[in-house]
């Protein structure tokens, strides 16, 4: 189930996390997929990163969200690949 699942944006990169951790995509269909505890984990233990990178770096975004608000849109192929 998609609500169980999120992504995670790295602004660090300005790349989805894949599998694993190992890599960035630019796409989705390459993004890695999440637990919620995980997610949130990753992205909490990046926040030291903050100040080198002058943002947060990493950012759980969840998969439904992601669903819901591409649906019907227009998009850049890019975007999925």
């Known amino acids: ?3 169980d699942l999120y992504l995670i944006w790295s602004n660090e990169h300005r790349g989805w996390w894949k599998p694993g951790g190992y890599g960035y ?5 390459y993004a ?3 637990s919620r505890d995980n997610a949130l984990r990753i992205c909490r233990d990046a926040i030291p990163q903050a100040g080198h990178v002058g943002l947060i770096s990493e950012i759980p975004v969840r998969l439904a969200d992601v669903e819901e608000f591409l649906t019907g849109q227009r ?3 890019v975007i999925f690949e």
Do not use: I, V, W
């Open 1 to 3: 189930m998609t609500d």
């Open 25 to 29: 995509a630019s796409g989705l269909a």
């Open 32 to 34: 890695g997929r999440y």
């Open 75 to 77: 998009c850049p192929s």
